[in-house]
Every structure is written in C-alpha cells, then in structure tokens.
C-alpha cells in the first residue's frame, strides 16, 4: 500500500522560506510531484522528478521553488524560497507512474498525501 506522509508547512512572511518533505513508504513508482490548492481554486501542479530525478516545474514557482529527491530516505523535498501570499495553499505530495506525474495535470496521479499547509504573510 502506497503511503504518502507531507510534513514541513507552517506560517512565514513574504520572503521568507520553507521546505517541506514528503516521505513514502510502500512505493513502486519512481515519480513524484507536488501540488497545491488554494481555497476557491483548483489544484494545480507546483513541481515534480521524473524517473531520472530531473525535475520539472509549473511556470509560476520557476526560480524560486526546487524539487529534489532523497531515495535512500524514499523522501521528496520541496524547498522554496521568496515566497509570496499567493503561494499560500495547502500542499500535497503525489506519486504514481512518470506518465502521469511530469505532466503536473492534477488529475492524473492516483495516490495522495493528505497534505501540509503553507501560510504566507504580507
């Protein structure tokens, strides 16, 4: 059974960083990514490995967002720097098949976290 634990979320201003990390256990699939929901938006892909740890990332976090990978800790990161209030969401970790992860389309990937909450202040 694929497990998804998200950890890292919390509270910081506009500027500030944060990383959050998603451990997995339970896991046959190589790619992961990281989403995220905003109230009254729909989620949407933020940044993601593929099979071979080369990441890939939604136009809006370029720059200031970095996805990494740890396999001997079977953990995904999200670091992200300079963030802004509208980067506050809650964030999810997902993994499935590379077909249906580097795409960042929300609706492909078939397990879940359940997810960490971000909060950025003005």
């Known amino acids: 059974q694929v497990q998804l634990v998200e950890s890292g979320g919390g509270s910081v201003q506009a500027g500030g960083s944060l990383r959050l990390a998603c451990r997995t256990s339970g896991m046959r699939y190589n790619c992961m990514a990281w989403f995220r929901e905003a109230p009254g938006k729909e989620r949407e892909g933020v940044g993601a490995t593929d099979i071979n740890g080369k990441p890939v990332y939604a136009n809006s976090v370029k720059g200031r967002f970095s996805v990494s990978k740890d396999n001997s800790k079977n953990t995904l990161f999200l670091q992200m720097h300079n963030l802004k209030p509208e980067d506050s969401a809650k964030y999810y970790c997902?993994?499935?098949?590379?077909?249906?992860?580097?795409?960042?389309?929300?609706?492909?990937?078939?397990?879940w976290g359940q997810g960490t909450q971000v909060i950025v202040s003005p």
């Open positions: 997902a993994a499935d098949i590379c077909s249906r992860i580097t795409s960042l389309d929300r609706t492909a990937p078939r397990y």
